[in-house]
């Protein structure tokens, strides 16, 4: 289903690939599937991709990019990204 452009599966894989569940554990190979999903307007995967830039997994750190992802995402009301979009905000990132 990833392949055929499916978000959630797209979500699903870059989750496995995050974790290490049953493949080895890979943030560039996670960020490839997050991205796919974010793309395609998944809120939940464009505040996985701001995470992945905040903590320069798999992506180079990224302040910047961090909050464009987490913003995205915020405005959709997924709750993880407002909570570490708010917290850069408030850090000063």
């Known amino acids: 289903?990833?392949?055929?452009?499916?978000?959630l599966a797209q979500f699903n894989l870059g989750s496995i690939h995050e974790?290490?569940?049953?493949v080895p554990l890979s943030y560039k190979e996670?960020?490839?599937?997050y991205k796919k999903a974010a793309d395609q307007g998944l809120a939940v995967a464009q505040s996985k991709i701001g995470v992945l830039f905040q903590?320069?997994?798999?992506?180079?750190?990224?302040d910047k990019e961090a909050a464009i992802w987490l913003r995205?995402?915020?405005?959709?009301g997924?709750?993880?990204?407002?909570c570490n979009l708010g917290y850069a905000c408030e850090?000063?990132?």
């Open 1 to 7: 289903a990833a392949d055929r452009n499916d978000p």
């Open 19 to 22: 974790k290490g569940k049953g």
């Open 30 to 33: 996670a960020f490839k599937w």
């Open 55 to 62: 903590k320069g997994r798999g992506v180079p750190q990224d």
């Open 72 to 76: 995205k995402a915020a405005e959709q």
């Open 78 to 82: 997924e709750c993880f990204a407002q």
């Open 91 to 93: 850090k000063g990132r």
